[in-house]
């Protein structure tokens, strides 16, 4: 998407971040096709995220996140 100049100076640092954004997700991209991806489950009372490998459903690790998790992004 191309914006006026005057456009993209307002936008000041965020005119870079589609570059940004980018170049963050190609290693995901080019990672896609290693496997499938593990599934992360909140253990919100145990404060951790239980990482489960989604072929034998078996825990792979357990991440301390500290009090309560209970968004992912």
Known sequence: MSYPLSRRAALG??????????ALLQPAAAQANTGPMPIFVLNSLDANVS????????EIKRI??????????
């Open 13 to 22: 640092p965020l005119a870079a971040l589609p570059a940004v954004l980018s």
């Open 51 to 58: 990482v489960i490998d989604p072929v034998s459903f078996a």
């Open 64 to 73: 301390p996140t500290g009090k309560e998790p209970h968004h992912l992004y």
